[in-house]
């Protein structure tokens, strides 16, 4: 039967992605000026089936933020138990590296209780290591965009440290596309994103 | 600047905005065009193009009292009203209007589960009630009923009931509007009606009875315009005390005939859930070269050729999960039964042990539930999966659902394997084919439902999608038939093709709108149905 599950289902790549080394290069920490105020995160969610997700949960804990593992890529039990307890009592902001399909579903949910993605990046992979990314947040953030591209396969490390100390209320949002080369890189036909959810100003 | 509904002027907008604000607080009126976008189709076809139908501002009303205020103000200066619940009904047109430039009428904050009752089994909830919120509610009061819901849970009962959404538990809960009882109805006048039972003022009976006395007028607001469905009682399955499900194959592409005659008997008679049908032999498809050389020849293949394939393979044309619910002795017994009455009456049918479950569950038991909304547990993990796929090219982009039904037959299946088949390979569409089997979650239809693409960048895919939209809904109607749901963008098209009689039930339905809704200010367009000064605009 090709019902709705099959129909998403058929085609799905391969989701085990190369553990790339050097990973957690020195020195790729510093990102929003330290007088911006940052928005103050409630936890951290990352896919935890691919090497950047861990990577990036691995970040935010080094930093001190509550982080969630998601299994299998599935929000329900993060959402069930966790942050739809925690949203009816306050729209408390929250940050991620997932595929699409979580986003969307936290996206959504947040519309509800007041909240908006403030902060958006799509990493999407051009093949041999290449991988582009799309950026789309305030303005003092978007600023360590161009470290990015030094940074290689450490992307992941520094889009964590940006996500997780995003600057509050953004009066002029901004957009960059950046384009990183390395060595370790995405599923070829995959887009995973890193975001940030908070109330809107 | 807002995206004024035709033939209303500014000031009439404007003067019903105000209005809005003094029912409900100008915080829950939303006029800027960051707040109205959210309630844009995530998944139209037409995103982003002129044809795209929009918001012009949305109102979250609290309380029926200010629903009855906004539906006479939007009476006073004409102003269309769109009602949504929780808006998550994508693939379907989501939280956007049929009517370009209405107001959307968002009931989310009318929130409350107002009564569960788990020895009569049912509840009355409000239109902002989510699966999610009556699950948790059932969890925590600990209360021996479950939930029907449908995959993602995340819609709302009357929502989705409202549309005729679908579930996937046992029987007659799985129609989640037909296993409705009563309604509490803001008409289009602001009066408040309640239906069935309750009626009867004190009445005690409103979630028992569904019918009252007289008409059943409760099919009029599904899927209708008649009226802001503002509390809903719903019917709940006993929780029971077991859950078994088993795996029936048959070899033969004809087999699937008696199967389904015996499958529909186990049903019908209350042995089994839901069943799901599939094809083992499709499956292998990827795996296969020569299988999809076969599938592929001009002119397809004859079932004697599929049939002789699956032979040397050992693979069964089709396979058929049974889900068993109730005592374990009785789920044990009818399983048993349901293997000796196949295994006798198709030959080289083969069974094998599916799933077993106690209740109550633990949290870690729910956890690994694989199905979970089988046994009552709501779920967003359908929106983990969507690789992109020549299937699915912008799989971020969403999907059109087309949703036939056909008789719950087998050569009902076979018929339309082939009939919808040709048509996609005219659009170039890779979905459906010949070893599609039907979705079940209707108690007594089939549904041969496709998902078509949707890109938001590409054109030429929203094009062919709905340019074979609208050819399949030709071709269903030539063979009998027809789409249960419709986005939007086609809810003209597939009213037009219920057209017994020079369209007597669009006449009938367009008859009793201009009677109780002469303004036409609910919901114009669903369901096919608009307002008298509307109709000239009538898309089919």
Known sequence: ?201 | MATLPAGVSAADFNAAITKFKAAVGEKHVFTSDEDVALYRDAYSPMWGTPQELLASAAVAPDTVEQVQAIVRAANEHKIPLYPISTGKNVGYGGSAPNLHGSVVLDLKRMNRILEVDDRRGFALVEPGVAYFDLYRHIQEKKLKVWIDCPDPGWGSLIGNSLDHGVGYTFGAFRDHFGSHCGMEVVLPNGEIMRTGMGALPGSKTWQDYKYGFGPYVDGLFGQGNFGIVTKMGFWLMPEPEAYQSGYVSVPKRHDIIALVDHVNYLEHIGLIGQPNYSSPLGRTQRNEPDLRALVGKAGGPSDEELDRFGAAKGIPSWEVELQFYGPAKTVAANWEYARERIGASIPGSTFRDGHSYRFPMTDEQKAAVEHKVAVGIPAMSIFSIGARSELNPSPTDGHLWFAPIIPKTGEAILESQRAFAKVYQEFGLNVGGIFQTPATWIYRAFVMIVGMPVSRSNKEINAKSMAAFKRVVEVAAEHGWAEYRSPPAFADLVADSYSYNDHALRRFNEQLKDAVDPNGIIAAGRGGIWPRHLRGGRKA
């Open chain 1, 1 to 201: 039967m090709t019902n709705r599950r099959e129909f998403l289902q058929i085609g799905l790549a391969a989701t085990a992605l190369p553990v790339a080394g050097g990973l957690f290069a020195s020195g790729a920490e510093a990102t929003v000026a330290p007088s911006v105020p940052k928005i103050p995160l409630y936890k951290v969610l990352f896919d935890d089936r691919f090497a950047q997700g861990k990577a990036f949960g691995d970040v935010a804990s080094n930093l001190g933020l509550a982080c969630h593992a998601m299994q299998a890529g599935d929000v329900t039990d993060f959402w069930y138990h966790d942050l739809d307890l925690a949203w009816r009592a306050e729209p408390k902001p929250i940050a991620g590296f997932t595929r699409h399909g979580p986003l969307f579903v936290l996206e959504h949910f947040g519309w509800d209780r007041g909240l908006r993605v403030v902060f958006r990046a799509e990493h999407h992979s051009l093949g041999g290591g290449v991988i582009e990314h799309r950026l789309s947040g305030p303005a003092e953030s978007l600023s360590t965009a161009a470290a990015l591209i030094p940074a290689g396969n450490d992307w992941v490390r520094l889009m964590a440290a940006t996500v997780t100390q995003c600057a509050v209320g953004c009066s002029q949002p901004a957009e960059r596309t950046v384009v990183t080369r390395g060595a370790a890189s995405l599923p070829d036909d995959e887009t995973f994103y890193s975001w940030v959810i908070a109330p809107k100003a």
